[in-house]
């Protein structure tokens, strides 16, 4: 087991690593473009299903509420669609399924706003329709992704693919880290620390 446990971690190193070379452009693109959306009074919605939503919840959390306590600053407003459980059922029961995070954006989206699109496939109905909704609207449509990127990619202004398929667990380890560093970055770019 203790072989596994090493030949896990190396491969999801790798694969961070691949990322990285690959597309650090897109990631910092991803931060200025949120940055500038909260300078002029915008907002961040992140839509994603299963463990995507609790990246979603994860990554608006550090945003409203801090990222590192050695970094003093104002709420950021970012709002994870998958909290609200009243919501997602009325709207799959009422909608479909794959309707949800569409009728929150209607409701929650301002143009200049961003919407931020988390799926492992690429092709999760639910985050294609909002990011189309958003994108609709005048919302900048971001995303994180996995494999080939997927339908969702094709209306996604930019995105990070981490290029990998065969289980969504090393693709959700890249995606945190990817989400994590965007937030630095915004930190940054925002004239919070150095």
Do not use: W
């Amino acid at each position: 087991m203790e072989g596994h446990v090493r030949a896990a971690m190396q491969f999801s190193a790798r694969l961070k690593q691949q990322v990285a070379e690959t597309q650090s452009a897109e990631i910092v693109s991803m931060a200025r473009v949120i940055a500038r959306s909260f300078e002029a009074g915008g907002k961040l919605l992140i839509c994603g299903n299963g463990g995507s939503a609790s990246d979603a919840q994860h990554l608006a959390t550090e945003l409203t509420i801090r990222y590192r306590s050695s970094v003093p600053r104002e709420a950021l407003p970012a709002i994870a669609l998958s909290a609200d459980t009243s919501a997602l059922t009325a709207g799959a029961n009422d909608l479909g399924y794959d309707q949800v995070f569409a009728r929150l954006v209607e409701a929650y989206g301002r143009k200049g706003d961003v919407i931020l699109g988390i799926s492992t496939s690429g092709n999760s109905m639910s985050v294609y329709n909002a990011l189309q909704q958003g994108r609709s609207f005048g919302l900048h449509t971001l995303a994180l992704l996995g494999g080939d990127g997927g339908a969702i990619r094709k209306v996604s202004d930019l995105s990070v693919v981490v290029p990998y398929s065969e289980a969504a667990d090393r693709v959700q380890e890249c995606h945190i880290a990817a989400g994590h560093i965007i937030i630095d970055c915004i930190e940054r770019i925002m004239g919070y620390c150095d």
